[in-house]
């Protein structure tokens, strides 16, 4: 995955990090959950800010990383609280989810392992 690439995929990731945050903002989520999608807005803010100044292509991918570290654990939230997650926030994080861990595959897939 080339530098613009990996833009792409961070643009999108903090988009659909936006709707999850606007959907916990209307929605009923547990305290957790609030918190795990508002540090996914941030790193997602950070990493779609450092991709667009051209900074360090490695800052990038470990946000990304760290994107789907986060994305994990607001997932496993969904999944434990049940009924207690509004449907439209469950596939807000969701899509969050999917497209870090597609970005993560394809940044694996590109680097030696």
Not at 1 to 9: A, G, S, V, W, Y
Not at 101 to 112: D, F
């Amino acid at each position: 995955m080339d530098l613009n690439e990996l833009k792409q995929c961070i643009d999108s990731i903090e988009e659909c990090s936006d709707k999850a945050k606007y959907a916990v903002q209307s929605g009923h989520v547990p305290a957790e959950l609030r918190r795990y999608v508002e540090s996914l807005h941030q790193q997602a803010s950070q990493a779609k800010a450092s991709a667009a100044q051209q900074l360090d292509e490695r800052a990038s991918r470990d946000a990304v990383m760290e994107i789907e570290r986060i994305a994990d654990q607001a997932m496993r939230v969904c999944r434990d609280s049940g009924d207690q997650v509004d449907p439209q926030v469950r596939d807000a994080v969701q899509r969050v989810h999917d497209g870090a861990s597609q970005a993560v595959r394809r940044l694996q897939a590109r680097s030696p392992a």
